[in-house]
């Protein structure tokens, strides 16, 4: 017969046993979440190990979060709203047939049918503005509203106006509209002379038709003279960036990263990309008053087509067995043509003539020159210092209203 004794007894030390290992399992928990950074390793706390064993989250649709704005959307909404399409239309009549068909020879060789073009066609064109003043004074190019027979504003929220030129000055290439309206947005006018190269520049406008459109780029130059543009009847030095400036754009805005209005977008080069021109808003500011009250902007002229003459070009001209002149060979500014009856003409000042000096001031360069005459009064004496061949003759030119010879 076996015992049970040594039974019992095992059964009594597994109780001891496993009363030992919950202890211990017990202080051990306690241990570490009195002290987990100390217990546990760096990256295994409490909460992790919770997160290890609860289910994987479920996917949540991200939230949307701000990102802030860059500077040209601030420029933009600053200024956006106060920048207009202007839609022009005018009545062109048709010069009618040539009188060569009037023949009745002609009339009987074509039975009668010789065809006739409308006599007159409606023109349309566009371009933009800007709202200067909150009563509904807009600025905007010569060249979108000259000989307009109506004139269509609509602001960026969809209204429409009809508009009033108030003054256009053909020279600067600006024009005032006017319409109806009062609390319009106004855009904030900055100063150009304050300008440099590399600035950010922002157009905005309307080119080819498609609204409220943004380009970005820099001032690639400053005081580029209309002469190097390429449109010398114009009396302007420009602003050149290579921001997008498309038909469509002129008369809109050209604003700094600040959202002011540093100059309005008027021209571009036919024969280049990337090279856009603005007229600074301080030559606007200087006139639109004027122009708002229909008065004419005085632009003195003397009538000259002129280049600028250095030494070395004087040689380059002298040493062509087919020149018809020989010019000195100096600093200053060649006379390639006199216009007739001009103020020019009238003093004396003739082809081939060099001037370098007028009022005392030593003149360099046609930009010079144009500056003097455009700085002076109409029908005042300007003393020029020109040298004619081998001799120095002092002339006195009255320059004249280029507005009175268009």
């Known amino acids: 017969m076996i015992s049970s004794k040594p039974e019992t007894f095992s059964w009594r030390q597994l109780t001891q046993y496993a009363l030992i290992a919950v202890v211990s399992a017990a202080l051990t928990l306690s241990a570490i979440w009195a ?12 909460s992790s190990i919770n997160a290890a064993v609860q289910p994987p ?28 399409r202007i839609d022009t239309e ?25 065809p006739q073009n409308p006599q007159e066609y409606r023109q349309r064109g566009e371009g933009s503005g800007l709202i200067i003043e909150s009563n509904g004074l807009i600025l905007t190019n010569a060249h979108v509203v000259s000989g307009a027979d109506t004139v269509t504003v609509t602001l960026k929220d969809g209204r429409q106006f009809t508009g009033k030129v ?8 600006l024009a005032v509209v006017k319409i109806e309206g009062r609390d319009l947005p106004v855009a904030p006018l900055g100063d150009s002379s304050q300008l440099k190269v590399g600035d950010w520049a922002i157009a905005v406008g309307n080119p080819l038709g498609l609204d409220n459109t943004v380009t ?37 805005p050209l604003l700094s990263e600040r959202g002011e209005v540093i100059g309005i977008n008027t021209a571009i080069r036919a024969d280049a990309q990337g090279i856009g021109f603005a007229i600074p808003i301080n030559k606007a500011k200087a006139i639109k008053d004027k122009l708002a009250r229909g008065e004419q902007i005085p632009h003195p002229y003397i009538g000259v087509r002129l280049f600028t003459l250095t030494p070395e070009i004087a040689q380059q001209i002298n040493s062509d067995p087919n020149g018809v002149i020989l010019v000195p060979e100096i600093n200053g500014v060649l006379i390639e043509q006199v216009m007739p009856n001009s103020p020019a003409a009238t003093a004396g000042i003739r082809r081939g003539d060099v001037i370098f000096q007028i009022d005392g001031k030593l003149i360099t360069t046609a930009e010079q020159l144009q500056d003097a005459v455009e700085q002076s009064q109409i029908n005042q004496p300007l003393k020029m210092q020109v040298k004619r061949g081998e001799q120095t003759v002092e002339i006195s030119v009255r320059p004249g209203n280029l507005q009175d010879a268009l």
């Open 216 to 252: 970005l780029g820099i001032i690639s130059t400053l005081n580029r003279s209309s002469a190097q543009v390429g449109i010398p009847d114009k009396r302007l030095d420009f602003i050149q960036t290579d921001a997008a400036i498309n038909p469509g754009n002129s008369g809109g």
């Open 90 to 114: 005018r009545v062109v009549t048709n010069p009618g047939i040539n009188p060569f068909f009037d023949d009745p020879f002609f009339r009987e060789f074509f039975g009668g049918g010789v």
């Open 35 to 46: 002290f987990p950074q100390t217990l546990l390793p760096p990256r295994l706390t409490i």
């Open 57 to 84: 989250p479920q996917p949540q649709t991200a939230t949307p979060v701000d990102s802030p704005q860059s500077f040209v959307t601030r420029a933009v909404q600053r200024v956006g709203t106060a920048v207009v």
């Open 166 to 173: 108030r003054g256009i000055d053909e020279p600067s290439d």
